[in-house]
Nanobody, 122 residues
């Protein structure tokens, strides 16, 4: 079973950058799609980005497209989310999740991390 653990969150000024990491335990990490979701205070959880098993295919939400980049290193059992040009509306708890299939819908994802807080000040 693959269990993800996020890190890399923090406080950053608008226009700045952060890189989130998600280290996943388990020998079968490379068999799963991986996704990033976020939940802002008082809002529903929303899809951010997902990457296929091979890393060759990615999907982004319209709100982060062109600013965020998802990548993975299967040798290190880690997926990353590089976030550039951050905006105050990006403030949220960011969750990494393991996907049984590749796509944007949360039902595809089984194991979820505890989340890491990202706060963007204006």
């Amino acid at each position: 079973q693959v269990q993800p653990i996020e890190s890399g969150g923090g406080l950053v000024q608008a226009g700045g950058s952060l890189r989130l990491s998600c280290a996943a335990s388990g020998r079968t990490f490379s068999r799963y799609a991986m996704g990033w979701f976020r939940r802002a205070l008082g809002k529903e959880r929303e899809f951010v980005a997902t990457i296929s098993v091979s890393g060759g295919d990615t999907i982004y939400s319209d709100s982060v497209k062109g600013r965020f980049t998802i990548s993975r290193d299967n040798a290190k059992n880690t997926v990353y989310l590089q976030m550039n040009s951050l905006k105050p509306e990006d403030t949220a708890v960011y969750y990494c999740a393991v996907g049984l299939s590749w796509g944007t819908e949360s039902w595809r994802y089984t194991n979820w991390g505890q989340g890491t807080q990202v706060t963007v000040s204006s």
